[in-house]
């Protein structure tokens, strides 16, 4: 493979050594109007740098209506493809995100729309959205475009389908053993089936809900990773796609729960009956914060190490000094290594206390309760 | 001075975490010094403990600033 373990070890401890050397090329020149930014830059070179920082940081933890991997701020030209925008307004538009130019409407079957911090107003044929406290007061259009965070869940529940069926299929070409690149997963899945089902949802009941536990353990731990990538595409720090996951969980856990799980929320056993009228709205409302705290804690862990790693990279751009940079760039490398961890824990959280609603949702009925 | 109480609060969040987080690793490590065989089990316990008050942490974060 190589020549050596140890001189391959030391080829790559120089290479990332060497890596801050680059903070000393030249920032680009900002994209917008010269006569602002030589003003600004007269004020205080350091805002400069700081509104690049906010567009990098931008790009690469909200979400954005087309693919955009790298701009060079040079020639305003940026690199990536345009995605599909769907409107609904009153009838359905179908047009491609590479009309929204800068400064002109996209027009589409004689309605105007205008694309301003990412979200879609529709507008006269002069494209003028009218402010309002500093927000735009347009009409918006319902938005079901396929951004950059849908298409890569798309891409993503591809992939997982590709790799599992395949692992599902070679069991019976191979027989019994798992063969191909699925055999990396084989592990993983009889973890989540006997450390994280069985112990919290018991023996009799896993195998119906094991579907949706590895569902959302893949497609967590796939996204997060994909997240980590330089592309910018942060999918889970997206509260949205968050609060789909754990409205899924909340909806299996209402529709399979047996009259037990119901008792012990509206009429708790074993509890004196004036207790029972108090419990009871804290019961129900523990039941709708539950997966609410799941939503927000996904999102919160993906968002703000993101926003964090990013304002980190920032700040060498910031220092620009042979002591400063070196050292933030060590500390950003060191977060990274902690953001691939909190990736895979962040995904295996979710799954247990998925499991755990789960198990209390179909628990048997333990006799001794109110037999006192 | 600039910055406002926000921050002061934000500030509060993060030693509550911190504390909590801390307490947990220490009780995982006085365990683990008792009993070597079952640091797999108090790894993973103190890993979730240690993710749920860390989901608490940042969603206070969210509300303060």
Known sequence: MVFSKKSFLYSIVALIAFLPSVVLANPTEPVSENKEAVAKENQDPKAEIKEQIEEVKNHHVLDAHSFTFFGDAA?????????????????LHVFSSSKFEEGKAAEDGGNYYVLHHEKIYKTG????????????????????????GVFTMLLIALLMFLLFRSLGKSYAKN?????GVGRFFEPIVLFVRDEIAIPNIGERHYKKYMSHLLTVFFFIWFLNVVGMTPFG???TGNISVTFGLAIITFIITTFTAKKDYWMHIFWMPGVPVPMKFILAPIELIGAIIKPFSLMIRLYANMFAGHLVLMSLIGMMFVFKSWIGSPLTFGLSFIISL???????????IFTMLTALYFGAAVEEHHHGDEHH | MEGNLHLIGAGLVVIGVGIGIGRIGGSALDAIARQPEATAKIQTVMLIAAA????IGFAALFAVS
């Open chain 1, 75 to 91: 020639t305003g030209k940026e690199y990536g493809f345009p995605l599909p925008i769907i409107l609904w307004d009153g009838g």
């Open chain 1, 233 to 235: 595409i942060n999918v």
């Open chain 1, 175 to 179: 027989g019994g053993v798992a063969a």
């Open chain 1, 125 to 148: 044929a002069d494209g003028i959205l009218t402010e309002h406290e500093g927000h735009p007061s347009n009409a918006t259009p319902l938005d079901f475009s396929i951004t950059k």
């Open chain 2, 52 to 55: 749920l008050i860390e989901g």
């Open chain 1, 338 to 348: 902690i953001e691939i961890l909190v990736t895979l824990l962040q995904a295996y």
